[in-house]
T-cell receptor, first 113, second 117 residues
């Protein structure tokens, strides 16, 4: 069974600084997808970034980038130039041939002014 | 972009009654929809996967008779909490997978906060 682990329950960062959220996963699949979702206080799930496992190049979306280490089964999210609006709960997620999207425990990020 | 509409956003029901939550894909056909349950400041726990025209697949530990899922069309899936009890109070979220994007595109509804009194 696939599992996703986020070992940082809470993180904080100063506005304009950079923060990295950690995620590890376990799977025996060779083809899969990894995601980072943001859940602000409204609780709407918002896709931040996604990565296909067969692509070696790390995905980037503006201030958000990932460090995908397939051999280590690690998928960390780096947020550059943090903004107050980045304050939210962040979930790492995994999907494979079953189609199910499995989430990690989440990391609550607080951006401080 | 793809939009999933989930209703109601909040519902309060009496213990022992049933409540239905709807999840609609507004601008795409969703052959597969997923239902999650989330406790405060916790992760999303997958409850079941629904496929249009077939029976839902429930995750281990989820009571099929309590959480009835119907995926009658390519744009609508419903979750009915039957004989609700206070312990069923939670935040329920649906997600639809966009056809053609495989395991790459998931769109979420805005969630339903259920309170059973």
């Amino acid at each position: 069974a696939q599992t996703v682990t986020q070992s940082q329950p809470e993180m904080s960062v100063q506005e304009a600084e950079t923060v990295t959220l950690s995620c590890t996963y376990d799977t025996s699949e060779s083809n899969y997808y990894l995601f980072w979702y943001k859940q602000p206080p409204s609780r709407q799930m918002i896709l931040v970034i996604r990565q296909e496992a067969y692509k070696q190049q790390n995905a980037t979306e503006n201030r958000f980038s990932v460090n995908f280490q397939k051999a280590a089964k690690s998928f960390s999210l780096k947020i550059s130039d943090s903004q107050l609006g980045d304050t939210a709960m962040y979930f790492c997620a995994f999907s494979s041939n079953t189609g199910k999207l499995i989430f990690g425990q989440g990391t609550t990020l607080q951006v401080k002014p | 972009g793809a939009v999933v509409s989930q209703h109601p956003s909040r519902v309060i029901c009496k213990s022992g009654t049933s409540v239905k939550i709807e999840c609609r894909s507004l601008d795409f056909q969703a052959t597969t929809m997923f239902w999650y349950r989330q406790f405060p400041k916790k992760s999303l726990m997958l409850m079941a996967t629904s496929n249009e025209g077939s029976k839902a697949t429930y995750e281990q530990g989820v009571e099929k008779d309590k959480f009835l899922i119907n995926h009658a069309s390519l744009t609508l899936s419903t979750l009915t909490v039957t004989s609700a009890h206070p312990e069923d109070s939670s935040f329920y979220i649906c997600s639809a997978r966009e056809g053609g994007q495989g395991n790459y595109g998931y769109t979420f509804g805005s969630g339903t906060r259920l309170t059973v009194v």
